[in-house]
């Protein structure tokens, strides 16, 4: 069935160049129930990667989620002759047996997220690799909304992407940059101290990271403030401004706080008390 439908996909699109490489992207969201069938999830993922891996053999990458939150990820770049899938898989599950992750099977579903790759746009090796991440886990405040209304907890927050196609260049701020320059400036907005990958993809968890802000007053903060404000790039670039990620943590905590006095007595179902909220939150 996994053949069948990377035929099919190729069958039903636009006829690629016979000088593209496409790498493969591959994913599985299994719900428990399924366990009791006896579904070797491990196996299935293998049969994934081995079929994605004609589109890309040279490199490849999975990661998943654990109970906790934390992502689980594991790249690998294979010998010349050896298996990408068998020894992803293999690396990849002895990892969540060495962090003590037997418990991942308990939630009410799972998610894996994999890529193979050719060596387009950047060396086979692993930091080049998918899944890609921008910046290194943190911890935010996120609201969340659930039956008994909303209510704030500190969350791990870490975003994961696999991608084909090309990033070469991204409108900002009226102006076409490079990826490069892109990625300077995302490694200053969103605060990346460690050295990132050179590769486009990367880039592209970048702004997914800096654009994902659903929940966390930080992110929403940080958005605007680029959007609004549009503090010059080359100013960002070298770090002049002064302590803007530290103001904006600071009018973070306190949206938290007017937000959180705000819906004790509002859901915020009725758009005159979204005004409202607007409103405390200038005051």
């Not at 299994?30 to 579904?39: A, E, F, P, S």
């Not at 991204?170 to 995302?186: K, M, S």
């Amino acid at each position: 069935m996994i053949a069948i439908g990377g035929i099919a996909s190729d069958i039903m699109s636009e006829a690629p160049s016979i000088r593209e490489f496409r790498c493969g992207n591959f994913g599985m969201l299994v719900i428990c129930v399924m366990d009791r069938y006896g579904l070797q999830v491990p196996d299935i993922l293998r049969e994934m990667a081995a079929t994605t891996a004609a589109r890309g053999g040279q490199a490849g990458g999975l990661v998943t989620l654990l109970p906790d939150g934390t992502g689980h990820r594991c790249r690998y770049v294979p010998s010349k002759r050896a298996d990408v899938a068998r020894g992803l898989m293999q690396r990849f599950f002895a990892g969540l047996w060495f962090r003590s992750a037997l418990s991942w099977a308990t939630p009410p579903c799972r998610m894996f997220l994999g890529h193979t790759r050719f060596a387009t746009s950047s060396k086979p090796s692993t930091n080049e690799s998918h899944p890609h991440r921008f910046s290194n886990p943190k911890s935010v405040r996120v609201w969340r909304r659930g039956p008994g209304g909303w209510a704030s907890a500190v969350e791990r927050f870490e975003l994961y992407v696999t991608h084909n196609g090309d990033f070469d260049y991204w409108t900002l701020f009226g102006r076409v940059r490079t990826q490069r320059e892109a990625g300077q400036w995302l490694c200053k907005v969103l605060g990346a101290t460690h050295t990132i990958a050179g590769c486009d993809s990367v880039k592209v968890a970048g702004v997914m990271e800096f654009l994902r802000t659903q929940g966390v007053w930080e992110h929403a903060l940080r958005l605007a403030y680029q959007l609004v404000c549009t503090p010059p790039f080359e100013e960002t670039i070298a770090g002049k401004g002064g302590d803007v990620a530290g103001t904006i943590r600071a009018a973070a905590a306190v949206a938290d706080r007017v937000f959180g006095d705000f819906v004790k007595t509002s859901d915020l179902s009725d758009p005159d008390h979204v005004r409202a909220l607007a409103g405390a939150l200038s005051a």
